[in-house]
Antibody, heavy 121, light 109 residues
Framework: QVQLVESGGGLVKPGGSLRLSCAAS????????MSWIRQAPGKGLEWVSY????????YYADSVKGRFTISRDNAKNSLYLQMNSLRAEDTAVYYC??????????????WGQGTLVTVSS | SYVLTQPPSVSVAPGQTARITCGGN??????VHWYQQKPGQAPVLVVY???DRPSGIPERFSGSNSGNTATLTISRVEAGDEADYYC????????????FGGGTKLTVL
């Protein structure tokens, strides 16, 4: 079955960096668009970034643009999120999510279990 | 940027019908997707493209979208339906902008 397993979360100081990874299995990873979505403690969902199946098309939310970098390695069935210049407001559970794009819309299914990133001094 | 508005909470008795709304400017012109999130778990897609259900989602879950309001309807509500529900739209007219509603806590009385 489809499995998405995130890793790399943890405690980091403001201004620091962290790299999240997502290991995918149970499907042909290279055929699918992928995204990162985050959820601050007790808060709602916030889309962070999107990458096309080949990696040629990438988008970011304004809140992370210039600080975060999404990438993928289709040979390793892996998705990454490099996070630099981290701020307290980046504290959240980060989900790796398979993204379905159809005509002019897109949705997220399925989701990994998430990895917690805490930015604090 | 585009804003989706959901009521913070909805309460319903078991066996009754719950309706969770998602308001947005001319949302009827967009496709709306809905997610269920139980405490401590990742979200799960329950409705996509306004009214389609992924495999494995009970027929009790349905969706509609018109005008300025999209609605997730849960018929014959069960205790296990108690969760947070989020609506979502996708705007790729220029740069990509994915918007989630603030979420609605469904309480089964």
């Amino acid at each position: 079955q489809v499995q998405l397993v995130e890793s790399g979360g943890g405690l980091v100081k403001p201004g620091g960096s962290l790299r999240l990874s997502c290991a995918a299995s149970g499907f042909t990873f290279s055929d699918y668009y992928m995204s990162w979505i985050r959820q601050a403690p007790g808060k709602g969902l916030e889309w962070v970034s999107y990458i096309s199946s080949s990696g040629s098309t990438i988008y970011y939310a304004d809140s992370v643009k210039g600080r975060f970098t999404i990438s993928r390695d289709n040979a390793k069935n892996s998705l990454y999120l490099q996070m630099n210049s981290l701020r307290a407001e980046d504290t959240a559970v980060y989900y790796c999510v398979t993204t379905v794009v159809h005509k002019s819309t897109g949705w997220f299914d399925p989701w990994g279990q998430g990895t917690l990133v805490t930015v604090s001094s | 940027s585009y804003v989706l508005t959901q009521p913070p909470s909805v309460s319903v008795a078991p066996g009754q019908t719950a309706r969770i709304t998602c308001g947005g400017n001319n949302i009827g012109s967009k496709s709306v997707h809905w997610y269920q999130q139980k405490p401590g778990q990742a979200p799960v897609l329950v409705v996509y493209d306004d009214s389609d259900r992924p495999s494995g989602i009970p027929e009790r879950f349905s969706g509609s979208n018109s005008g300025n309001t999209a609605t997730l309807t849960i018929s014959r509500v069960e205790a296990g339906d108690e969760a947070d529900y989020y609506c979502q739209v996708w705007d790729s007219s220029s740069d990509l902008n994915v918007v989630f509603g603030g979420g609605t806590k469904l309480t089964v009385l």
